[in-house]
């Protein structure tokens, strides 16, 4: 339970002065763009061929459980709109050791995030221009986010507007050629019918459990509408139009693109895993150059996710030392930017594809390890956060209740049931149960330095 010497001040007051440059139009492509993450174009390839075709279920059940998750996040934003989001509920609801918490371990995994997005788009292009060092395309790419997170939050803005509207309309164009050519009426093509389909479960349930491992973390990501609406023009109205739309958006883009996939190539297609599964499934189909196309997609899904990790990490900050928990010049506020912040944040993710270079067998790796459930976790605290505050909104200003929460409280009960056995599939993994110790330990010593700093406050 929250402390008693807890401070109750809103999350609105704290942001007053970010500036408000984000219009309706960037919140609803960043809400809508969001969605279709690195994870969903890179990652998906191995819970394929882990899970084959039941890769369908895996996305579904994950999606349902990231459907509760936004629905209590947005129930919670629209209340009170901040830029440190599930980290100022936390605080809230449960007392600054949990927001501490919470706030600390997703800035750290959007930084490390940050490294790993540059190296892969770096991958990519050295790919086309062989001879070119990964480390220089990193830098360039950092070089110019960083740039952009620096001068306006409109530049981030529309960064994120135009990444998006590719994004989105690579995705659909995708969804539409597979879906004309499993109806048989793509020309060149003959309806592979359900050829592909009839081994659906090729590993077994070990083979699935994998597959919603896989599923689960590339829903990362769908956090940052709701860190971008305290900045936004009316950011009670930006948070519940994404939230309300999160339902649709999650069943085309991830459920509706999985399906067509292993409807259209064989689950066990090397190219599946080497190519990624939307490139392997356009050049199944014969269309010529759409692969390469879609690889473009891939390297703007990667940068999209760069520079809303750089925006991300860096609001969590500004929010976390504006409620003091946290060393104070990252709270340094200039034009209405957190600039010192972003430049932080920059710089710890370069250090991070350093380290992918000087020490990838221990130092790096562990770092993967520390960051790998830090979702999970924050998920818990959405959860635990949105039982507590629930109750308190409707009995002290039950206006603010603008989004709610489906059959509260038992379908968060059912959330955070799902959060405990997706916990217990981690631990029964040995390539994932060293992630869920390393993040359990982190967030311990997180929480332990967040209650000592709880304590010390209460005392003066």
């Given at each position: 339970m929250p402390s008693s010497t807890t401070t109750e001040t809103?999350?609105?007051?704290t942001d007053a002065s970010l500036s408000h440059g984000l219009k309706q139009r960037h919140l609803s492509m960043i809400a809508l763009g969001g969605v279709i993450g690195a994870g969903l174009f890179v990652g998906s390839g191995?819970?394929?061929?882990?899970?084959?075709?039941s890769i369908v279920i895996a996305y579904t059940v994950s999606g349902l459980l990231v459907m509760l998750v936004m629905r209590m996040l947005g129930e919670m934003s629209a209340a009170y709109p901040s830029s440190g989001s599930f980290s100022a509920?936390?605080?809230?609801?449960?007392?600054?050791?949990?927001?501490?918490?919470?706030?600390?371990?997703?800035?750290?995994?959007?930084?490390?995030?940050?490294?790993?997005?540059?190296?892969?788009?770096?991958?990519?292009?050295s790919g086309w221009l062989p001879g070119t060092p990964e480390w220089l395309w990193v830098a360039l790419f950092m070089v110019v986010f960083c740039g952009t997170n620096l001068a306006a939050v409109k530049n981030f803005g529309e960064f994120e507007f135009w990444f998006a509207a590719l994004k989105v309309g690579a995705i659909s164009l995708f969804l539409v050629l597979g879906v004309l050519a499993i109806a048989g009426v793509l020309p060149g093509t003959d309806a592979p019918g359900t050829s592909n389909l009839t081994d659906f479960?090729?590993?077994?349930?070990?083979g699935l459990i994998i597959g919603l491992l896989a599923s689960v973390f590339a829903y990362g990501g769908l956090e940052t509408v709701t860190i971008a609406a305290?900045?936004?023009?009316?950011?009670?109205?930006?948070?519940?139009?994404?939230?309300?739309?999160?339902?649709?958006?999650i069943a085309l883009f991830y459920i509706g693109s999985m399906a067509v996939v292993v409807t259209l190539v064989p689950w066990d297609s090397e190219e599946v895993v080497a190519k990624g599964p939307y490139v392997a499934?356009?050049?199944?189909?014969?269309?010529?150059?759409?692969?390469?196309?879609?690889?473009?997609?891939v390297l703007v899904a990667l940068l999209s996710a760069m520079n809303a990790n750089i925006y991300g990490s860096s609001r969590i900050a500004y929010s976390l030392v504006q409620r003091g928990q946290g060393?104070?010049?990252?709270?340094?506020?200039?034009?209405?930017?957190?600039?010192?912040?972003?430049?932080?944040?920059?710089?710890?993710?370069?250090?991070?594809?350093?380290?992918?270079?000087?020490?990838?067998?221990?130092?790096?790796?562990w770092l993967l390890n520390m960051i790998g459930a830090v979702i999970l976790v924050v998920w818990i605290f959405i959860a635990v956060s949105q039982l507590l505050l629930r109750r308190r909104i409707e009995r002290e200003t039950p206006d603010r209740l603008v989004v709610r929460m489906w059959a509260f409280p038992w379908l968060t009960w059912v959330a955070l049931a799902g959060m405990a056995a997706i916990f217990v599939l981690m631990a029964r993994e040995p390539d994932t149960r060293l992630q869920l110790y390393s993040t359990g330990g982190m967030t311990l010593v997180l929480a332990a330095v967040g209650y000592a700093w709880q304590r010390a406050r209460a005392r003066r």
């Open positions: 809103p999350p609105q007051q191995a819970g394929i061929a882990a899970a084959g075709p509920h936390a605080e809230r609801a449960i007392g600054p050791w949990a927001g501490f918490a919470a706030g600390w371990s997703f800035w750290i995994l959007l930084c490390t995030a940050v490294g790993l997005e540059g190296i892969g788009a770096a991958h990519i292009v479960l090729p590993h077994g349930s070990n305290a900045e936004s023009e009316d950011p009670v109205r930006g948070v519940a139009s994404a939230v309300r739309t999160a339902m649709w958006r499934a356009l050049d199944h189909l014969g269309i010529s150059g759409a692969g390469q196309l879609m690889n473009v997609v060393p104070k010049v990252l709270g340094r506020l200039s034009g209405g930017v957190p600039r010192i912040a972003v430049l932080v944040s920059c710089v710890l993710g370069f250090v991070c594809v350093l380290l992918s270079y000087w020490r990838p067998d221990d130092v790096f790796k």
